[in-house]
Nanobody, 122 residues
Framework: QVQLVESGGGLVQPGGSLRLSCAASGIIFNMNHMGWYRQAPGKQRELIAVITNSDHTNYLDSVKGRFTISRDNAKNTLYLQMNSLESEDTAVYYC????????????????WGQGTQVTVGL
């Protein structure tokens, strides 16, 4: 069974940093593209960063230059380093595998983890 466990969120001041982790099991981790998603209250979940199985990365414009996605295949773990955090980054952050469908990345698995809450504020 697919299990995705996100951690590392918390309350941080604007301009601060957090590092999120995603522990994955039940998947062939090194063969999957992986992505970070976030969902703000009352909003749709959105894909913000992708890392492919060959370590190519892509980012949503609003986080580009501030966030860095990485992976440790030996640990089946995905990371998101978030710097220069802004109030607009407040959301629940999720991870999932991603696949290319008609030239777009889409989530692969229907199973989501519990997510980890990131709150940016004073």
């Amino acid at each position: 069974q697919v299990q995705l466990v996100e951690s590392g969120g918390g309350l941080v001041q604007p301009g601060g940093s957090l590092r999120l982790s995603c522990a994955a099991s039940g998947i062939i981790f090194n063969m999957n593209h992986m992505g970070w998603y976030r969902q703000a209250p009352g909003k749709q979940r959105e894909l913000i960063a992708v890392i492919t199985n060959s370590d190519h990365t892509n980012y949503l414009d609003s986080v580009k230059g501030r966030f860095t996605i990485s992976r440790d295949n030996a640990k089946n773990t995905l990371y998101l380093q978030m710097n220069s955090l802004e109030s607009e980054d407040t959301a629940v952050y999720y991870c999932n595998a991603a696949e290319v469908l008609r030239q777009l990345y889409v989530k692969r698995f229907d199973t989501w983890g519990q997510g980890t809450q990131v709150t940016v504020g004073l």
